[in-house]
T-cell receptor, first 109, second 114 residues
Framework: KNQVEQSPQSLIILEGKNCTLQ??????????LRWYKQDTGRGPVSLTI?????NTKSNGRYTATLDADTKQSSLHITASQLSDSASYIC????????FGAGTRLTVKP | DAGVIQSPRHEVTEMGQEVTLRCKPI?????LFWYRQTMMRGLELLIY????????DSGMPEDRFSAKMPNASFSTLKIQPSEPRDSAVYFC????????????FGPGTRLTVL
């Protein structure tokens, strides 16, 4: 069973709207949690890295939150743009890395 | 900096052939990672190096896979013999400080084994 579960699998929103992607994990303990953005046909790009003691981390219009007690993280995208269309992958690390299957986000005009 | 460089970008080969994928990390980065990505299994870490030394190869699927890093600016991932189930996109990534630093991914090599 995958120790990192992401939801939803896919999401379609209109340009300018906000959205929130979820990542639930059972990896314990863990040292950090990362969110990546992956455009089709390209390598992942790091958005945020949070250690277990951090609650939130922002990168422009992207804000990641972490609740280590409930083992949940979310990635909030504000004022979405067409270029936000991509897959978003959650990765939880301790001695190894556990990858979520990703959320496919489509932003429509 | 040019970023992480991978070659070839695309590789098509026949089952049983040897395949070698190449990676040049960002200069000054001490860690290098090899990943594999498929639709079925998503992104998987295969192996990573620190200062050219393999640290964790527990993700390497089987003995047909091997990776080397002869120097700080070059790494190879070899599959011998290749099988159709090895078809995937293989990414190389590098980082300066290990587990807590930003990883920079290359563009990937799309491997198709017929």
């Amino acid at each position: 069973k995958n120790q990192v579960e992401q939801s939803p699998q896919s999401l379609i929103i209109l340009e300018g709207k906000n959205c929130t992607l979820q990542c639930n994990y059972t990896v314990s303990p863990f040292s950090n949690l990362r969110w990546y953005k992956q455009d089709t046909g390209r390598g992942p790009v790091s958005l945020t890295i949070m250690t277990f003691s951090e609650n939130t981390k922002s990168n422009g219009r992207y804000t990641a939150t972490l609740d280590a007690d409930t083992k949940q993280s979310s990635l909030h995208i504000t004022a979405s743009q067409l270029s936000d269309s991509a897959s978003y992958i959650c990765v939880v690390s301790y001695n190894d890395m556990r990858f979520g299957a990703g959320t496919r986000l489509t932003v429509k005009p | 900096d040019a970023g992480v460089i991978q070659s070839p970008r695309h590789e098509v080969t026949e089952m049983g052939q040897e395949v070698t994928l190449r990676c040049k990390p960002i200069s000054g980065h001490d860690y290098l990672f090899w990943y594999r990505q498929t639709m079925m299994r998503g992104l998987e870490l295969l192996i990573y190096f620190n200062n050219n030394v393999p640290i964790d190869d527990s993700g390497m699927p089987e003995d047909r896979f091997s990776a080397k890093m002869p120097n700080a600016s070059f790494s190879t991932l070899k599959i011998q013999p290749s099988e159709p189930r090895d078809s995937a996109v293989y990414f190389c990534a590098s980082t300066k400080g290990g587990n807590t630093d930003t990883q920079y991914f290359g563009p990937g090599t799309r491997l198709t084994v017929l």
